[in-house]
T-cell receptor
Framework: NAGVMQNPRHLVRRRGQEARLRCSPV?????VYWYRQLPEEGLKFMVYLQKENIIDESGMPKERFSAEFPKEGPSILRIQQVVRGDSAAYFC???????????????FGPGTRLTVL | QQQVKQSPQSLIVQKGGISIINCAYE??????FPWYQQFPGKGPALLIAIRPDVSEKKEGRFTISFNKSAKQFSLHIMDSQPGDSATYFC???????????FGGGTRVLVKP
């Protein structure tokens, strides 16, 4: 029973390059969330996606950041023209939406640690 | 309105002691309150969760106490063990499938 998979686990980019982070949710989960964790801080919500739809992107910076969750394949968080302040751990979580309307557990992946030089 | 405040930032407890972490929230629309445990270099793992219709929930050595009127909830770790040394995060969300708002985390160190 594979959990949430994220790759790469570590990513080093130079300022101005693009970072592409991948997340494969738990099998059967159709909801994906991305969170960012700065050193010594809590996790901050970025974006919530269902297959082919962005449901809530209220935590996503307006520029340089984008996310998608295509019909086939993993969810992708893309950061264009990275800056040093983008250095953080990026976590993906997935959940199985309960048709009864109750909030379901979010299962987190191991994270991608992005370092911008 | 979306903030969750967590205290203390760090905690040292002797093996066998009780660790207590407190969280307070502002948004009365929150209706789901999970606690996550995170080890260095790992992702957060769900420990225990509670909804506002109960005041306490216990799973093994971990207990959540919930005070709806005070908008506060806390995690008690009984008989703390060195393996419990980790960072603990409280969180809250409203309605089904919504984003989690996390507290700032508490780093717990259990001394043998």
């Amino acid at each position: 029973n594979a959990g949430v998979m994220q790759n790469p686990r570590h990513l080093v980019r130079r300022r101005g390059q693009e970072a592409r982070l991948r997340c494969s949710p738990v099998k059967g989960h159709s909801h994906v969330y991305w969170y960012r964790q700065l050193p010594e801080e809590g996790l901050k919500f970025m974006v919530y996606l269902q297959k082919e739809n962005i449901i809530d992107e209220s935590g996503m910076p307006k520029e340089r950041f984008s996310a998608e969750f295509p019909k086939e394949g993993p969810s992708i968080l893309r950061i264009q023209q990275v800056v040093r302040g983008d250095s953080a751990a990026y976590f993906c979580a997935s959940s199985l939406f309960d048709s009864g309307g109750t909030t379901d557990t979010q299962y987190f992946g191991p994270g991608t640690r992005l370092t911008v030089l | 309105q979306q903030q969750v405040k967590q205290s203390p930032q760090s905690l040292i407890v002797q093996k066998g002691g009780i660790s207590i972490i407190n969280c307070a929230y502002e948004n009365t629309a929150f209706d789901y309150f999970p606690w996550y445990q995170q080890f260095p270099g790992k992702g957060p793992a769900l420990l225990i969760a509670i909804r506002p219709d109960v005041s306490e929930k216990k799973e093994g050595r971990f207990t959540i106490s919930f005070n709806k009127s005070a908008k506060q909830f806390s995690l008690h770790i009984m008989d703390s063990q060195p393996g419990d040394s980790a960072t603990y995060f409280c969180a809250a969300s409203k309605a089904a499938g919504n984003k989690l708002t996390f507290g700032g985390g508490t780093r717990v160190l259990v001394k043998p």
